[in-house]
């Protein structure tokens, strides 16, 4: 169960990835998923409720508002033009909390100016991803599962023959396509780690090939951090939603 949850928000950013590659896509779950309706619908209201909660004691939390104030000023400044304004340092690790329950945790292992290794843990589920970061665009060019290692593999892994792209900020539209599509570029956006302004929201939907439910993915970028949240969310019979939002962060 924790497995089957954690993978679809892994997916959820490499969604993108064919079959063909070797990546799993987030439909493979479907069928398990789906007969989980009820319980991920009483998880989301649980969220809702934890959401209230913490957002009274972030308000309580006289530091919580100085770093908010912090992040606000920071990104109202950042070139938008330029996506590696938006890259996370080698050396940062990010928590996420997925629909108030589980843990997953990104660690930012290497780096150089043109790649990142990012290595994702939930339990022992460990995914390594060598990211492409340019100034227009980032796309996983290499992925694994439970691999043997996850030392810094920049100088030898073997890339893809066609990277996955999972933004580019020059492709805009409304996102109801398979394709990954910019849907805003300057929304303010808050999670239990803070607010954050200047974000760039992307959106893909897949139609199920079991049913006819939308399967719509959405992620969300910040300047200097990256990857903040990811929705999944059903539409359809029996929908439910998925929402994964970062809790807290440590910089090298």
Not at 22 to 48: L, P, R
Not at 89 to 113: L, P
Not at 130 to 159: G, R, Y
Not at 225 to 235: A, C, H, R, S
């Amino acid at each position: 169960m924790r497995r089957l949850l954690f993978l679809l928000i892994i997916i959820l950013v490499t969604s993108a990835c064919s079959d063909d590659d070797g990546i799993k896509t987030s439909t493979e779950q479907e069928g398990v998923v789906e007969g989980e309706d009820e319980s991920q619908a009483d998880s989301q209201n649980e969220e809702d409720s934890q959401k209230k909660s913490n957002q009274g004691k972030t308000t309580e939390n006289p530091d919580s508002k100085n770093d908010n104030k912090e992040n606000t000023k920071k990104d109202s400044t950042i070139i938008q033009e330029d996506f590696r304004n938006y890259r996370p340092g080698v050396g940062d690790k990010k928590t996420f909390i997925q629909n108030d329950e589980y843990e997953i945790t990104h660690n930012i292992i290497a780096g150089n100016d043109r790649l990142l290794q990012r290595v994702i843990e939930f339990g022992d589920v460990v995914t390594l991803q060598i990211l492409e970061w340019s100034s227009e665009h980032m796309s996983v060019v290499f992925q694994e599962e439970n691999p043997k290692s996850i030392s810094d593999q920049l100088d030898t892994f073997e890339a893809y023959e066609s990277p996955k792209t999972l933004i580019n900020i020059n492709k805009s539209g409304n996102g109801e396509g398979e394709s990954w599509e910019v849907i805003a570029d300057k929304e303010t956006v808050e999670v239990p780690y803070g607010n954050f302004e200047n974000v760039f929201v992307v959106k893909r939907t897949k139609v199920s090939e079991s049913s006819s439910n939308k399967n719509v993915y959405k992620a969300f970028y910040a300047p200097n951090v990256g990857l903040i949240k990811e929705t999944y969310e059903v539409i359809g019979d029996n929908g439910y939603k998925v929402v994964t939002n970062l809790e807290s962060m440590t910089t090298n």
